[in-house]
């Protein structure tokens, strides 16, 4: 997809990758670019900074969202891009409480449901649109210390995988943004992880020239870690092998302390 005299809309648009993504877009003359976050005033600001509109919508919520939706197809006629962006994470894991399962489920993997199921209608009528889920290296792989995270994100790749499958012969594109660490908020938390991520970021304007590159070649994969690949070969050629690996790779981060990531109460 060319972006020019586009609309578009993205969520967690306040900062980090979502506000990345939204500067980028901007020079490709889209006719809106559409930025909706949780809270009025950053979300504000930040639409300020790019020439976008503002909306605050929680994503987990389902009527927000079809809000959203609604509001822009009022307004614009028409949404071409939606990209399902705003994501969480939460450290821990077996003990982890159901209300913090709950929440990364429903931010991370059922808000790409809720906004799929308000936009896809208006895009299967004009017979094309595009959907970009933001998942993660997480949803392919794994997320060391958090396993809502590494499960909501395996749930929002195999959800876009499956609309691709679903409704790509009937004009609908699909992509899924997954990267590995990359420079914002989320992981700049001291913890091992953290620190582990941050080795490798890339920065979001790295990320949103893959994406627009993409996009334009109409990938569904958007992999701006290029080992990424290789991980997921080694994954599927050898999954014992992997999963070993992947145990050391936990041992030597969290320090010999198994129990990090995983708090018993
Ligand atoms: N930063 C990384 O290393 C990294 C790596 C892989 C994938 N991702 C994914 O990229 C996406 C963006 O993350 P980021 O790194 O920019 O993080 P970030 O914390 O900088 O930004 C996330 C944005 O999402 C918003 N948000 C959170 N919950 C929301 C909700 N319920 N409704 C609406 N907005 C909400 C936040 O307010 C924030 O503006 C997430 O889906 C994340 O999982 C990030």
Redo the contacts with the bound molecule.
Sequence with gaps: MELRDKVIVV????????LGLCKRFAQESPQAIVM????CS?IVAAAESVGGEAVT????LEEQVQRLVNDTLDKHGRIDLFCA?????LSGGVHASNDEWQRVMD??FT?HLYSTRAVLPSMLERGEGCLMH?????GLLTSIGSASYAVS?HAAVAFAEWVSITYGNRGIQVACLC????D????KGGDPLSQF?QQQ?LS?EQVAEDVVTALREKRFLILPHGEVSRFLQNRASDHERWLKGMRKINRELLGGHDSIGDVEP
């Design positions: 969520t967690g648009a306040a900062r980090g990758i979502g909706s976050d949780l809270e950053s919508c929680d994503v987990s962006n705003a994501g969480i994470v931010v991370n808000s933001t998942a993660s290296a997480a994100k990267p590995q660490g990359v914002t908020d989320m992981i991520l970021a979001t």
